[in-house]
């Protein structure tokens, strides 16, 4: 499949891409040859790394899933990275009735990644639901039939004009 806005970006991943991938036994072996067809590196943050790794039951699985994520490319989280992340809760608070519960704290340390590295950066995900497209652009869906349930994986971007609309909602609305 041809998505050429995909072409040579690197491709965030939420850690519920790849639970779904190992829970599966590979079946998101598709989706990942598409960005790897579009020359995408896979990156994931710290807090990613900590949720992928603490569904190891034994030392032989945590070992795997060592193995299994030491290609991928991982963003260590900065300070700014969390103000950034803290700021982009607040403004996405003031469209809270349209999205209707807050983001989760990684959640908004994915966006405060997509905010910082701009059309560099695409996010995977199957939290569809989980980034306000308030705040948010959903550039495409993929969906991948595991035949006794269908996983959807969305490619997401922050949008700077809809962060700047929320940002200025939630100005006006605490001034």
Known sequence: MELPWLEDRHVLLDTNV???HTKNEGALTPFLALVKDHNCPL????AF????IRAARTRAELTELHVFIEPFIALPT???DIEVAAELSMFCSAKEKSHGTRMSFVDNLLGSQLKKYGEKIVLATSDIDDF???????????AYDL???VVMIAFIEYN???AKACRDTFERKTT
Not at 43 to 46: G, K, R, S
Not at 49 to 52: L, M, R, S, V
């Open 18 to 20: 790849l639970i779904n």
């Open 43 to 46: 990156v994931i943050t710290d």
């Open 49 to 52: 790394y900590f949720e992928f």
């Open 78 to 80: 900065t300070k700014q």
């Open 132 to 142: 306000p497209l308030e705040m948010y652009t959903r550039l495409h869906v993929e």
């Open 147 to 149: 035949g006794k349930n």
């Open 160 to 162: 700077q004009d809809k």
